[in-house]
């Protein structure tokens, strides 16, 4: 059985050039202007307004589904510092677990090697700064992209099913599956963990639609979705326009 802390030596995104596509209309707005929302599994300890705990929730619409069909596209490895402050923006980070990111001023290492956040503590099994990963999927009803960043005890059900992608040597869009949602109970606490269903291969034409989506999404980057959230400046109702700091 493999350890859930063992890397699996995925491959990350290529460096492709994303290809532009606007529905009339649209024609002048280019990649830096799309913004692909993220899908999160609504906890208990969610800081969502209205939240069903145990739902995907997509903050693209506000939409709370039970079980999601989806398409992976592609994964990034990353870390993550979390702050004691339940909804405060992370302490520290990194796409890429080379080194934080520069959306964090003040990073507390130059690196992720040799950082002591990154090493567990003398006791605990892992570290302060957690590694996940960023998963940019499209669901299969709607074609919406999205990303999906799994870490902690979603992060052992995630990796086996990206194994069997990497043991049948097969793309990621080559495949379609069902994720829905189990309630794990222990003393003193609750959370949700997604379960996959078994892997549907899809027929050549699929591949083909799917394989375009990839070329298509192939420059995304988490970071950048996160840091749109965090600049986003508060909307002052009463004066009816974005405070200015």
């Not at 290809?19 to 599994?41: N, Q, S």
């Not at 903050?59 to 405060?88: C, H, M, P, W, Y």
């Not at 003393?187 to 027929?203: C, F, I």
């Not at 996160?226 to 700091?245: N, R, S, V, Y």
């Amino acid at each position: 059985v493999l350890d859930p802390q063992i890397e699996l030596g995925i491959q990350e995104v290529p460096a492709v050039q994303p290809t532009h596509h606007a529905p009339a209309g649209l024609e002048l707005m280019d990649h830096e202007d799309l913004v692909i929302p993220r899908m999160v599994l609504v906890q208990p300890s969610s800081q969502i307004e209205d939240g069903i705990t145990g739902s995907f929730y997509l903050n693209l619409t506000g939409e709370q589904i039970e079980e999601i069909e989806i398409v992976f596209l592609s994964l990034t490895k990353g870390r993550v510092l979390a702050s004691a402050i339940i909804g405060d923006k992370p302490l520290c980070g990194s796409s890429d677990r080379v080194k934080p990111s520069p959306r964090f001023e003040n990073p507390v290492s130059e690196k992720c090697e040799g950082c002591p956040m990154s090493i567990p503590k003398q006791g605990s099994r892992f570290p302060a700064c957690t590694k996940n990963y960023s998963l940019l999927c499209v669901l299969t009803e709607s074609r919406i992209p999205f990303w999906w960043t799994v870490k902690a005890t979603a992060l052992w059900p995630t990796q086996k099913v990206l194994t069997q992608f990497a043991f049948a040597d097969r793309s990621l869009f080559e495949a379609k599956v069902r994720i829905h949602t189990q309630l794990v109970t222990k003393p003193g606490k609750k959370y949700y963990v997604p379960v996959y269903s078994k892997l549907e291969w899809l027929s050549e034409e699929e591949k083909r639609e799917f394989a375009a989506l990839y070329q298509r999404y192939a420059g995304e980057n988490p970071d950048r979705v996160f840091e749109l959230e965090e600049e986003a400046k508060p909307f002052d109702w009463e004066a009816g326009e974005e405070e200015t700091i």
